[in-house]
């Protein structure tokens, strides 16, 4: 289906939540996979790009973390195999286990298609971008990294010291961007966490600068 622009509501992201708390719950115990139920949005059924972080509560440490950056599937499949995957599938934690979710937290940010951002020289490029609106990728070669929009807010990063940065996650030097031999792209992100183990859903908005 097409990735059409839109904007979850808060019902529709509760929904998402819980299906990635029934996807784990349901594979931890019996290894088995999901299937969406019937009757969801048709949003449910466009492609995005989707990260789900676990977190411990309420001490809020990271205790997975996957992402399908790319809009290749139903955002409902996406969800329940990123919730999977990150229980199970984050090699750098431990798996966890079934009774760790009374005590974990579930954040899910839904990512747009990303788009290339043209500019003929740094200065350009630096104003093109907005902290706490846009996530970056930076691609050169193999070298490739991608960083949510949350990553500069939480940091306190300008726009200058986010390129620096993604560029070094990329195994670049930090000042790659600034020598046009990266291309650099841009998207947007809606985020939404629960407030405490299988709690209320609220949408974390960032503020911009």
């Known amino acids: 289906m097409e990735n059409s622009n839109f904007d979850l509501t808060l019902v529709d992201a509760t929904q998402l939540v819980r299906l990635a708390r029934d996807a784990m719950k349901t594979y931890l115990i019996d290894g088995r996979e999901i299937e969406p139920p019937a009757g969801l949005p048709e949003s449910f059924l466009q492609t995005k790009g989707v990260f789900l972080t676990l977190e411990t509560y309420p001490t809020h440490e990271i205790r997975g973390y996957i992402g399908f950056p790319y809009p290749e599937n139903p955002l409902a499949y996406t969800i329940i195999r990123a919730a999977i995957g990150t229980a199970v599938g984050d090699m750098r934690f431990p798996e966890i286990k079934y009774e760790e979710l009374e005590k974990?937290?579930?954040?899910?940010?839904?990512?747009?298609?990303?788009?290339?951002?043209?500019?003929?020289e740094p200065k350009s490029l630096v104003k093109q971008i907005v902290i706490g609106r846009?996530?970056?990728?930076?691609?050169?070669?193999?070298?490739?990294?991608?960083?949510?929009?949350?990553?500069?807010?939480?940091?306190?990063?300008?726009?200058?010291?986010?390129?620096?940065?993604?560029?070094?996650?990329?195994?670049?030097?930090?000042?790659?961007?600034?020598?046009?031999?990266?291309?650099?792209?841009?998207?947007?992100?809606?985020?939404?966490?629960?407030?405490?183990?299988?709690?209320?859903?609220?949408?974390?908005?960032?503020?911009?600068y």
């Open 134 to 208: 846009d996530g970056l990728i930076a691609q050169a070669g193999r070298h490739v990294a991608r960083l949510l929009p949350q990553v500069a807010v939480e940091n306190g990063w300008n726009e200058e010291e986010f390129l620096s940065r993604l560029c070094i996650h990329a195994g670049l030097p930090s000042y790659a961007w600034q020598e046009g031999k990266v291309e650099i792209s841009t998207f947007s992100a809606q985020i939404f966490e629960e407030e405490k183990p299988d709690g209320s859903v609220r949408e974390v908005k960032l503020k911009t």
């Open 104 to 120: 974990i937290v579930i954040r899910i940010t839904i990512t747009s298609e990303p788009k290339k951002i043209t500019a003929r």
